[in-house]
């Protein structure tokens, strides 16, 4: 149980284009989901979270108007990354939780490279 | 805000041998401390965690400690194998809520 996709696990656009990924929770409704940026060699720095129905709470020196995340569902969180530039590229993860609990399920993440 | 300091970052064992990462927190309100183990271009697994009302957790060959006072917490894993090769993540909860913040990584590297 606890499983979270991701769509698509890689892809490439070029520079001033938008991205949109998708997280899904396969077997449970998640309440929260999260957005996560890894770097090359970095660790997990969190970009957002959000809850099903309202909008999502950014990290500091995220942009929101960049990074649009919507949580229609209880099981589906969409990230859009727009007008990607170059330096945007990186490792996408999300994680879902459920209402009350601490432990987070991440999907297999999505490998951004802009062009 | 929370801030989770993590060593050692690179950490190389022979295979059998034990290995320890540890990992500290600033947060005195920080209550959920989970570990995780990622394989390169994979996704983040978690391997155990603990509560703040927990000194100690085992499963198998993985142990985690907590030493609230002290706001530090460690991984132990016993009789190393190849497979335990990749980098792991510690986490300390925001507060008393469901955020994280990672710390950087230890890569461990079992040698055979």
């Known amino acids: 149980g606890a499983v979270v996709s991701q769509h698509p696990s890689w892809v490439i656009c070029k520079s001033g284009t938008s991205v949109k990924i998708e997280c899904r929770s396969l077997?449970?409704?998640?309440?929260?989901m999260f957005w996560y940026r890894q770097f090359p060699k970095q660790s997990l720095m969190l970009m957002a979270t959000?809850?099903?129905?309202?909008?999502?709470?950014?990290e500091q020196g995220v942009e929101k108007d960049k990074f649009l995340i919507n949580h229609a569902s209880l099981t589906l969180s969409t990230l859009t990354v727009t007008s990607a530039h170059p330096e945007d590229s990186s490792f996408y993860i999300c994680s879902a939780s459920l209402a009350g609990q601490y432990e987070q399920y991440f999907g297999p993440g999505t490998r951004l490279t802009v062009t | 805000g929370e801030n989770v300091e993590q060593h050692p970052s690179t950490l190389s064992v022979q295979e059998g041998d034990s290995a320890v990462i540890k990992c500290t927190y600033s947060d005195s309100a920080s209550n959920y401390f989970p570990w995780y183990k990622q394989e390169l271009g994979k996704r983040p697994q978690l391997i155990i965690d603990i509560r703040s009302n927990v000194g100690e957790k085992k499963d198998q060959r993985i142990a985690v400690t907590l030493n609230k006072t002290a706001k530090h917490f460690s991984l132990h894993i016993t009789e190393t194998q190849p497979e335990d090769s990749a980098v792991y993540f510690c986490a300390a909860s925001l507060g008393g809520g469901q955020n994280f913040v990672f710390g950087p990584g230890t890569r461990l590297s079992v040698l055979p």
């Open positions: 077997d449970f409704q998640a309440t929260t």
């Open positions: 959000s809850n099903e129905g309202s909008k999502a709470t950014y």
